[in-house]
Nanobody, 123 residues
Framework: QVQLVESGGGLVQAGGSLRLSCAASGRIFRVNAMDWYRQAPGKQRELVAGITSGDSTNYADAVKGRFTISRDNAKNTVYLQMNSLKPEDTAVYYC?????????????????WGQGTQVTVSS
């Protein structure tokens, strides 16, 4: 069973930093694109940043220049370094990954989500 487990959320003052991690585990053959999304109360889930298996990255305009996404393929882990945090960054942050894994003896490609980690930025 493939799982994504996030860590690193918490409470921080405006201007501070946090680093989120998301590790994939299970009978994984290959991890493709990995993304971070966030969802604030009363709002839709939105893409924050993404990274391909070839390390190409993209960012939402709201976080460009402040957040950095990276990955460690040997550990099947994606990171989100968040600097200069603002109160409007407060949300539950979710990891998403496209993973090719062994399911009942066959290679299958599925999209997986983590359980989410709360980030709260106080003013």
């Amino acid at each position: 069973q493939v799982q994504l487990v996030e860590s690193g959320g918490g409470l921080v003052q405006a201007g501070g930093s946090l680093r989120l991690s998301c590790a994939a585990s299970g009978r994984i053959f290959r991890v493709n694109a990995m993304d971070w999304y966030r969802q604030a109360p009363g709002k839709q889930r939105e893409l924050v940043a993404g990274i391909t298996s070839g390390d190409s990255t993209n960012y939402a305009d709201a976080v460009k220049g402040r957040f950095t996404i990276s990955r460690d393929n040997a550990k099947n882990t994606v990171y989100l370094q968040m600097n200069s945090l603002k109160p409007e960054d407060t949300a539950v942050y979710y990891c998403n990954a496209g993973i090719l894994s062994y399911q009942l003896g066959l290679l299958r490609n599925y999209d997986y989500w983590g359980q989410g980690t709360q980030v709260t930025v106080s003013s």
